[in-house]
């Protein structure tokens, strides 16, 4: 059986050997979320409005803090519709906790225990 495509993604390099990886399309995200995303990675998703699914994938060991966090749920704003806003609310959970309903249309997924980040869009310095 031949395996899907991966996603095509924009990939963010950060210091300390953490990745950011924002899908490009509904069918990207689903990849993203559903086949890309570790259960300790943490997923995110600006509220309320269109936009790229984000996993923040931490450097092997590394439990992320506040700041990496932030970073990640910028890069969700920057890839979604709040791009030209002020602060956008954005989701953030642990990959484990984000589900897809049945017969849910690409990009359409369920998630628990979320935490909301208040940011502005933003990239970090060093994109890849």
Do not use: C, Q
């Not at 590394?62 to 969700?76: D, M, R, S």
């Amino acid at each position: 059986m031949r395996s899907p495509n991966p996603p095509n993604v924009w990939t963010y390099l950060l210091p300390g050997g953490h990745r950011i990886v924002a899908g490009k399309s509904d069918v990207d995200n689903d990849r993203l979320s559903m086949k890309v995303a570790g259960p300790n990675h943490w997923w995110f998703h600006v509220r309320g409005m269109p936009g790229s699914h984000v996993i923040l994938i931490p450097a092997e060991g590394h439990t992320p803090n506040a700041t990496l966090l932030k970073t990640a749920a910028a890069v969700a704003a920057y890839h979604s519709k709040a791009r030209g806003g002020g602060v956008a609310a954005v989701s953030g959970t642990l990959a484990r906790y984000v589900t897809k309903p049945r017969g849910a249309s690409p990009g359409s997924v369920r998630i628990r225990k979320e935490k909301i980040f208040k940011v502005r869009p933003a990239l970090p310095s060093e994109p890849s």
